[in-house]
Nanobody, 119 residues
């Protein structure tokens, strides 16, 4: 049973920083891709950042240069360092893991952590 548990969300002023963490348990390993999506009220869930097993990363244009996605394979944890936060970054941030097994892709989601950017 895969479980993804996010932490690190909260209230921050514009220009501030937060670091999100997502701890994976179960069958998720360093061979699996992990990343972050976010969903603001009235909007669809959208990709923020993703990191593959080879540590290559993908970022949404809106966060490029401000956010950094990394992983600690020993802890089975993925991080999202968010700097220079803007009010438009406010959303619920979800951790996602994708696992390939016997030719099929399985996706797992965490429950989300709220990020509020406001003065």
């Amino acid at each position: 049973q895969v479980q993804l548990v996010e932490s690190g969300g909260g209230l921050v002023q514009p220009g501030g920083s937060l670091r999100l963490s997502c701890a994976a348990s179960g069958s998720i390993t360093s061979s699996d891709s992990m990343g972050w999506y976010r969903q603001a009220p009235g909007k669809e869930r959208a990709l923020v950042a993703y990191i593959n097993s080879d540590r290559s990363t993908t970022y949404a244009d809106s966060v490029l240069g401000r956010f950094t996605c990394s992983r600690d394979n020993a802890k089975n944890t993925v991080y999202l360092q968010m700097n220079s936060l803007k009010p438009e970054d406010a959303a619920v941030y979800y951790c996602k893991a994708e696992k390939m097994l016997l030719g099929r892709k399985y996706a797992y989601w965490g429950r989300g952590t709220q990020v509020t950017v406001s003065s």
